[in-house]
């Protein structure tokens, strides 16, 4: 590790102000030395004291873009288990694929479940122990739980799989209320936990447990406001359903996320417009956020071994239906995440660009508008004068009450 104690020893020296300057210190002090390589960062934060150069480990932090809404996001995984009410077509994981439902088994987190049995308390652990070796603060951490139903396993299932996450965050091993109760002055706090769920399992009990267990926001898969496109999909769901749902979760007083999967079987570029126009417009919907996953012909799903005449959208179709979302997203909804994390390896028809937010937006620019979601307006994105900031109040009707924000 001579050579990143030698380019941590200038880096102090010289004390950089941005990313850019730290990368021409390193590339200058390789020059000099003959390295064979340049150090990574990651090196270089093992040679430092984060907490008595803060600034520094900051500029030196591995994917800054993870952590830059003050938030450290942790997903486990779940184990493989069937849904309640089979398998929608356009799915394409579960036991019989050895992989989560709804995952193919190649995605990230999804790999990362397997290599640890899919055991909550070692994935917590594996996540935070890559964090910190990135230059990443662990001290408020949202817990993401992902692998379909989770409302749906068993409550034994359940209760252990969150023992053991609260097992690494508190450091020792407590049962759930008790370690829920602890969390509050431990090293690592959770700040949010997020569980994934079907309209159609958002009961008063399950809404009663999900509160009991901590949960700060729950995820529920609307992905079109069609009665006949879910009929065909075998998704078995019904848009009242949805409405029950949604009504449900706030009262409970949970963040709802809707999942939305733009260009399904059935569905046109108009119609999803549509749709998403009535999430805003209607006072049975207006979730809180939302997930864009533009269907994809994916290996292994029903839909796959028979698509007849389906063609998914491509990349320049879906990013001008995502742009078509933003110019109408209200400022208080965030818009969390657009397409899954799908390798492209699986993906047999659709979106193979993984930037698709990107194309959106440049769609977006193109047409001379700009977003004004959550996401797309966090200070980080550009130096704001607090002088000219204003407070501002947003009234706004949903599920027969009154939200502001």
Same mark, same amino acid.
């Given at each position: 590790?001579? !050579?990143? !104690?030698?380019?941590?020893n200038?880096?102090?020296?010289?004390?950089?102000?941005?990313?850019?300057?730290?990368?021409?210190?390193?590339?200058?002090?390789?020059?000099?030395?003959?390295?064979?390589?340049v150090?990574?960062?990651?090196?270089?934060?093992?040679q430092?004291d984060?907490?008595?150069?803060?600034e520094l480990?900051k500029?030196?932090?591995?994917k800054?873009?993870? *952590?830059?809404?003050?938030?450290?996001?942790?997903?486990?995984? /779940?184990?493989?288990?069937?849904?309640?009410?089979?398998?929608?077509?356009?799915?394409? %994981? +579960?036991?019989?694929?050895?992989?989560?439902?709804?995952? /193919? +088994?190649?995605e990230p987190?999804?790999?990362?479940?397997?290599?640890?049995?899919?055991?909550?308390?070692?994935?917590?652990?594996?996540?935070?122990?890559?964090?910190?070796?990135? $230059?990443?603060?662990?001290?408020?951490?949202?817990?993401?739980?992902?692998? +379909?139903?989770?409302?749906?396993?068993?409550?034994?299932?359940?209760?252990?799989f969150? *023992? $053991?996450?609260?097992?690494?965050?508190? +450091?020792?091993?407590?049962?759930?209320?008790?370690?829920?109760?602890?969390? $509050?002055?431990?090293?690592?706090?959770?700040?949010?936990?997020?569980?994934?769920?079907?309209?159609?399992?958002?009961?008063?009990?399950?809404v009663?447990q999900?509160r009991?267990?901590?949960a700060?926001?729950?995820?529920?898969?609307?992905?079109?406001?069609?009665?006949?496109?879910h009929?065909?999909l075998?998704?078995?769901?019904?848009?009242?359903d949805?409405?029950?749902?949604?009504?449900?979760?706030?009262?409970?007083?949970f963040?709802?996320?809707?999942?939305?999967?733009?260009?399904l079987?059935?569905?046109?570029?108009e119609?999803?417009?549509?749709?998403?126009?009535?999430?805003?417009?209607?006072?049975?919907?207006?979730?809180?956020?939302?997930?864009?996953?533009?269907?994809?012909?994916?290996? %292994?799903?029903?839909?796959?071994?028979?698509? %007849?005449?389906?063609?998914?959208?491509?990349?320049e179709?879906?990013?001008?239906?995502?742009?078509?979302?933003k110019?109408?997203?209200?400022?208080?909804?965030?818009i969390?995440?657009?397409?899954?994390d799908i390798?492209?390896?699986?993906?047999?028809? %659709?979106?193979?660009?993984?930037?698709?937010?990107?194309?959106?937006?440049?769609?977006?620019?193109r047409?001379?508008?700009?977003?004004?979601?959550?996401?797309?307006?966090?200070l980080?994105?550009?130096?704001?004068d607090?002088?000219?900031?204003?407070?501002?109040?947003?009234?706004?009707?949903?599920?027969? $009450?009154?939200e502001?924000?």
């Amino acid at each position: 590790m001579i !050579e990143a !104690e030698l380019v941590v020893n200038r880096l102090l020296e010289k004390k950089p102000k941005t990313r850019q300057e730290v990368q021409l210190i390193k590339l200058e002090v390789a020059k000099e030395q003959k390295f064979s390589m340049v150090p990574p960062n990651n090196q270089l934060l093992a040679q430092i004291d984060s907490a008595e150069e803060p600034e520094l480990a900051k500029l030196l932090r591995v994917k800054p873009m993870r *952590t830059s809404a003050g938030v450290t996001p942790v997903a486990i995984m /779940t184990s493989p288990a069937s849904c309640p009410h089979g398998t929608c077509t356009y799915c394409p %994981g +579960g036991p019989s694929n050895e992989s989560p439902q709804s995952y /193919t +088994g190649h995605e990230p987190a999804a790999r990362r479940g397997k290599r640890h049995n899919y055991n909550s308390r070692s994935q917590v652990d594996a996540r935070l122990e890559q964090y910190v070796r990135n $230059g990443h603060p662990t001290d408020k951490i949202e817990i993401i739980i992902m692998g +379909g139903t989770f409302t749906a396993r068993t409550p034994d299932y359940q209760d252990e799989f969150l *023992t $053991g996450a609260f097992e690494t965050l508190n +450091g020792e091993r407590l049962p759930l209320d008790e370690a829920l109760h602890r969390n $509050g002055n431990a090293k690592h706090k959770c700040v949010g936990l997020t569980m994934e769920t079907r309209p159609t399992e958002c009961t008063p009990w399950s809404v009663f447990q999900m509160r009991k267990q901590g949960a700060t926001r729950v995820e529920i898969g609307v992905q079109c406001l069609d009665d006949g496109v879910h009929d065909k999909l075998n998704r078995q769901q019904k848009v009242e359903d949805v409405i029950k749902a949604t009504k449900l979760l706030k009262e409970a007083g949970f963040k709802v996320v809707y999942h939305m999967m733009p260009g399904l079987p059935g569905m046109t570029p108009e119609t999803d417009v549509r749709d998403f126009k009535r999430l805003f417009e209607e006072e049975d919907f207006q979730p809180d956020m939302l997930k864009l996953y533009p269907t994809l012909l994916v290996k %292994g799903s029903p839909l796959s071994r028979n698509p %007849g005449d389906f063609v998914p959208y491509d990349t320049e179709t879906a990013a001008n239906v995502v742009a078509d979302l933003k110019e109408i997203v209200p400022p208080y909804v965030r818009i969390q995440r657009i397409q899954r994390d799908i390798p492209k390896p699986q993906i047999i028809a %659709g979106v193979m660009n993984s930037n698709l937010r990107q194309y959106a937006r440049k769609e977006l620019k193109r047409r001379g508008k700009k977003c004004k979601c959550i996401n797309c307006r966090e200070l980080w994105r550009a130096w704001i004068d607090p002088s000219t900031a204003e407070l501002k109040e947003i009234e706004y009707k949903s599920s027969g $009450g009154t939200e502001y924000f």
